[in-house]
């Protein structure tokens, strides 16, 4: 499943419906009745998102995940519900208000914004992709911790879901490593006893064990807490541990030098590195993408299948794309609202703020080959590793896949680089 969604209300009428709907969109639907019983349900099994009725307690409710340590996040839904009942559900921590009757492109963009998960399927031709897709499928079936690293956008929890289906295990739990308290993903991880702490008013199941039998999902697992990390070494050898996936953007050897992660931790995962290459360094996935999600807004807006100008597949192309699939999918989605004609030219590619896209400037000078001339293979070799590096924003894991190096290699000529008083750029 691709998430567990549990719904705070009604069981019959609009909140039936939003259940329905939601598992039709793949998710795990637990339906509670009341706030009380809903917190019964989420010591035992947790869940990915909680939707609950505005004319219930939220505040209370809310109060209660902080006191039990849940990190779970709220949408407030309701029935023409008064504008003040709704900012009070916000007030108290909800992420959103959602009214009701529910819409299905709702529905699904709710659970696609809080989950994180695209239910698409998977697309690419570029060849370093489909290895890495490939490699990662096929050490699913092993039951080893498997590690997917890449830059934010680049699909890392598409893989994992991707992997998890290859392995033939029940159940999917994700847990979000970034920004928070070391305390909170304790509990989230390895749940608590009665009276553990104030607040504690019942025992809890923590993700190690809901997962037990199938996939633990750690998203930045790089973020995870140095005073959480040696439990989390110590869970994944215990018996009935579930399998784990972890996702990195940053270099974990470079963090365990800087003693900002354990080794003994990174060397569970020796099994299976899987790194995602860039967008950019894609080809032609670049357009095949935009393609794609073109037709799947456009089929979201029941308008017909739009046709992409070559002057607008030039400028997709020669754009960076720092935020990866993920942002060109959002730039899609604004390229079909902004071309009701069903014609997706270059104006209709824009940013967030609305501000055009802008290719690269032209380099002017020498040709390349021209201007390398007088250099000695060193130094331009130097000049190529630490440009491509710049472009990958320090990631160097993503810049060892465009060179076609290892890990390993990468660092081990950086290292030589800060030696000779050669500037770098920092880990990201």
Request: charged residues 20%; hydrophobic residues 50%.
């Amino acid at each position: 499943m691709q998430l567990r969604l549990m719904i705070v209300g009604a069981s019959s009428g609009p909140f039936g419906e939003a259940a329905r709907m939601a598992r039709s969109l793949g998710a795990e639907v637990m339906v509670a009745e009341t706030p009380d019983e809903a917190l019964v349900h989420l010591r035992d099994a947790g869940a990915g998102l909680v939707m609950i009725d505005v004319d219930s307690d939220v505040p209370t409710f809310m109060r209660a995940l902080i006191a039990e340590r849940f990190a779970v996040p709220v949408l407030a839904c309701g029935i023409d519900a008064p504008a003040e009942r709704a900012v009070a559900a916000i007030r108290a921590g909800a992420r959103d208000y959602i009214p009701l009757p529910p819409d299905r492109e709702l529905i699904a963009a709710a659970i696609a914004q809080m989950a994180q998960a695209d239910f698409a399927p998977i697309v690419g031709e570029d060849p370093a992709w489909l290895r890495a897709l490939d490699f990662a499928r096929a050490m699913a079936p092993a039951h080893a911790p498997i590690l997917i690293s890449g830059e934010r956008g680049t699909g890392k929890e598409r893989v994992a879901h991707a992997t998890h289906a290859a392995s033939g295990r029940n159940g999917f739990v994700t847990i979000e490593c970034t920004g928070v308290a070391a305390e909170v993903l304790e509990s989230e991880l390895f749940g608590h006893e009665a009276g553990a702490f104030e607040g504690a008013l019942a025992g809890r199941r923590g993700a190690f064990a809901t997962a037990s039998g199938g996939t633990l999902f750690l998203r930045d697992i790089d973020r995870l807490p140095a005073a959480v990390q040696l439990r989390v070494l110590k869970a994944m050898g215990a018996p009935g541990a579930p399998n784990v996936i972890a996702s990195t953007r940053r270099d974990l050897a470079a963090l365990v030098d800087a003693g900002q992660f354990r080794s003994d931790l990174l060397a569970r995962f020796a099994l299976a590195t899987v790194a995602l290459p860039p967008l950019r360094a894609r080809g032609g996935d670049i357009r095949l993408l935009a393609a794609t999600f073109a037709a799947r807004f456009a089929a979201m807006q029941c308008l017909p299948s739009p046709l992409i100008d070559p002057a607008t597949e030039t400028l997709l192309t020669s754009y960076e794309w720092p935020g990866n699939v993920a942002e060109l999918q959002d730039a899609m989605h604004r390229a079909v609202l902004l071309s009701p004609d069903g014609y997706i030219g270059p104006e209709a590619i824009v940013l967030a703020d609305g501000s055009r896209l802008a290719p690269p400037a032209p380099v002017a000078g020498k040709p390349l080959i021209a201007s390398l001339v007088g250099q000695t293979v060193e130094e331009v070799e130097r000049q190529l590793i630490l440009e491509t590096l710049e472009r990958c924003q320090g990631n160097r894991t993503s810049a060892s896949q465009i060179l076609g190096i290892s890990v390993r290699t990468m660092r081990n000529k950086l290292k030589a680089f800060v030696e000779a008083g050669i500037a770098v750029v920092p880990v990201t």
